[in-house]
């Protein structure tokens, strides 16, 4: 018999070496945007085999001023998937362009590559693909349905001039250290940007950063520069800058916004990426517990290592096959009951108020819909034991049997 366990969903991981690190912070007397900070940008880069990060408050802010350093404003459309959440679509809201939601694909929580290329239009700016649960999507799948439409890329800025098709922007929220087709998380879009977000693998409490490909023509440096004035008001020197004897003279650039991520933030990401590969080897382990555990129940489980490609392993998202929303929801509650915390990832966007208000209608993405009404989230996070992953599973005999008996469809 299991003796009743305390399963958190997503608890972050925090050792000594992140307690130290924030402490070293607060000695040094710099705790907003500094040296931390810069030190964490390049070590992101070297583990994303890329050539520049730039770190901000949070993933939404990094995805917003990705897309404003390409230009893109009113009279814009930014395509994006109708199954992520909020943040992968309230940015393309904010610099004042249109939401244009695409599918999922039929039995995926990828975004339908076959449809993007007709919701292309002349006044297409950019794709938003979503790496759901740290499963990199398959951009050169992507990338040729663009390629497929670019006679429609009107190129209206610089920096968009540099594409022959729509540049493709990645909520990698999820997969830092995801491989796919070869290539790490970062390198496979054209610009990517990532969350530290409290639950995610790696955490810096809030926080996110931007990095890109290395595009022909495209300056890095001076990309870098414009998205650092609009994440601290404009402002043509930072804190640190400033620090510099006779070096108080600055400028305002133009009105910018408030979204730098500070030192005290920056310590604990440096202390989590050094640990980073051993806690995606640790999510490994126990994703393959659970895909041992549950194969004699009818869960479909996302798949998040293949011959090419292998996800973080963030998240354990598995469809209950056959079930109703009714038994997904009783299900969940019945695991709280057993002590284990579950979730649901996600509801698709055009079932939120929000998007409602904006004119969709989930009768429009019925894969979505689909995917999203017997879906379940099972805990997955470092702190989980394999007595505890053994727990969790054993729940989930338990309560589908129980609700299977009760004759919950």
């Not at 663009?146 to 209206?156: I, T």
């Amino acid at each position: 018999m299991n003796v009743k366990r305390n399963i958190p969903f997503s608890p972050p991981d925090i050792s000594q070496a992140e307690i130290d690190e924030v402490a070293d912070a607060l000695r040094s007397g710099w705790i907003t945007t500094g040296p931390k900070t810069k030190q964490f940008e390049r070590d992101l880069a070297e583990f994303s085999h890329t050539t520049r990060f730039a770190c901000f408050n949070s993933a939404t802010a990094a995805l917003e001023c990705a897309l404003r350093a390409l230009g893109i404003g009113p009279g814009d459309e930014v395509i994006t998937s109708a199954y992520t959440y909020t943040a992968s679509a309230s940015p393309i809201v904010h610099v004042g362009a249109t939401p244009v939601f695409c599918d999922v694909a039929p039995g995926s929580f990828e975004i339908d590559y076959d449809q993007v290329a007709g919701l292309v239009t002349e006044n297409t700016r950019a794709v938003i693909p979503v790496d759901v649960a740290g499963v990199m999507c398959d951009y050169d799948r992507l990338r040729a349905a663009l390629e497929s439409v670019s006679g429609k890329w009107r190129p209206r800025t610089p920096r968009e001039e540099l594409f022959d098709r729509v540049p493709i922007v990645a909520d990698g929220a999820h997969s830092l250290g995801a491989v796919r087709h070869g290539l790490h998380s970062g390198q496979a879009a054209d610009l990517t940007t990532f969350s530290f977000h409290a639950v995610k693998n790696l955490t810096t409490a809030e926080g996110g950063a931007l990095t890109w490909r290395d595009i022909p023509g495209l300056d890095s440096e001076e990309l870098y520069r414009d998205l650092m004035l609009m994440s601290l008001h404009g402002q043509t020197k930072d804190a640190l800058a400033k620090t510099r004897v006779g070096a108080w003279e600055y400028d305002v650039a133009f009105c910018g916004w408030k979204c730098n991520m500070t030192d005290l933030q920056a310590a604990l990401g440096l202390a989590q990426l050094r640990r980073y590969p051993g806690l995606l080897v640790r999510r490994r382990e126990i994703v393959e517990r659970y895909e041992r555990g549950l194969a004699d129940l009818p869960f479909s489980l996302i798949k998040h290592y293949g011959d090419d490609f292998a996800s973080s392993g963030h998240l354990m998202l598995a469809r209950i096959e056959g079930a109703s929303q009714e038994f997904r929801n009783a299900f969940i509650n019945e695991m709280g009951e057993e002590g284990v915390a579950c979730n649901v990832h996600y509801k698709p966007l055009p079932l939120l108020t929000a998007y409602k208000a904006l004119g969709f209608d989930i009768a429009d993405f019925p894969n979505a819909l689909a995917q999203f009404s017997n879906e379940v989230t099972l805990p997955l996070h470092t702190k989980l034991s394999d007595d505890d992953a053994d727990y969790v599973i054993a729940m989930c005999h338990d309560v589908f049997a129980r609700l299977s008996a009760k004759g919950v469809r």
